[in-house]
T-cell receptor
Framework: GAVVSQHPSWVICKSGTSVKIECRSL??????MFWYRQFPKQSLMLMAT?????????EQGVEKDKFLINHASLTLSTLTVTSAHPEDSSFYIC??????????????FGNGTRLTVT | AQTVTQSQPEMSVQEAETVTLSCTYD???????LFWYKQPPSRQMILVIR??????QNATENRFSVNFQKAAKSFSLKISDSQLGDAAMYFC???????????FGEGTQLTVNP
């Protein structure tokens, strides 16, 4: 089956530093990937849509200068949390759909990245 | 904007029994998709079942079935013959743009008692 890998699985960083999270489709190509954020015991909130070769589309209320998204290839999207602060501590999850997949075909989710900012 | 509401933060069921999880949504779109996802403690999102809004027939996947009431904007999940492995957080999700752009409900934590 299609696999989406996120790296790292967990990361601890100091306040003020930046951290990069990778979302990689291992056995398929994806022109579009999605980034979600999940606080403890809460739902997933869509942060942005990552488009290969073009700018990401951010949801209302998400700071694009703080959460930099780059979709440099058909198998890799990265989310960089810049100048991280403790309130950015969360679980970040990506998802992707295979190129050419029919409408409503399943999205494939990554295993998530737990970010802790101290 | 679409909204998804799950009014049951927690539910419990005895092993082998049946449980129904509720979900309502609000939208002005006519073309959309609905999903139930399961998130075990590993946090991996697992698709349980999906429903196309244009289909009147309720989707079923083995022990999992939905009751889709389009006019009422209701999309409940029924789990039959509950198993210990069904214990997880369940999220109802609304999918627009071909089902790729998802809006999730708040989730229902399901406990299965032996």
């Amino acid at each position: 089956g299609a696999v989406v890998s996120q790296h790292p699985s967990w990361v601890i960083c100091k306040s003020g530093t930046s951290v990069k999270i990778e979302c990689r489709s291992l056995d398929f190509q994806a022109t579009t990937m999605f980034w979600y954020r999940q606080f403890p015991k809460q739902s997933l909130m869509l942060m942005a849509t990552s488009n290969e070769g073009s700018k990401a589309t951010y949801e209302q209320g998400v700071e694009k200068d703080k959460f930099l998204i780059n979709h440099a290839s058909l198998t890799l999207s990265t989310l960089t949390v810049t100048s991280a602060h403790p309130e950015d501590s969360s679980f970040y999850i990506c998802s992707a759909r295979r190129i050419g997949a029919i409408v409503n075909s399943p999205l494939h989710f990554g295993n998530g990245t737990r970010l802790t900012v101290t | 904007a679409q909204t998804v509401t799950q009014s049951q933060p927690e539910m419990s069921v005895q092993e082998a029994e049946t449980v129904t999880l509720s979900c309502t949504y609000d939208t002005s779109e006519s073309d959309y998709y609905l999903f139930w996802y399961k998130q075990p403690p590993s946090r991996q999102m697992i698709l349980v079942i999906r429903q196309e809004a244009y289909k009147q027939q309720n989707a079923t996947e083995n022990r999992f079935s939905v009751n889709f009431q389009k006019a009422a904007k209701s999309f409940s999940l029924k789990i039959s013959d509950s198993q210990l492995g069904d214990a997880a957080m369940y999220f109802c999700a609304y999918g627009s743009e071909g089902g790729s752009r998802l809006t999730f409900g708040e989730g229902t934590q399901l406990t299965v008692n032996p």
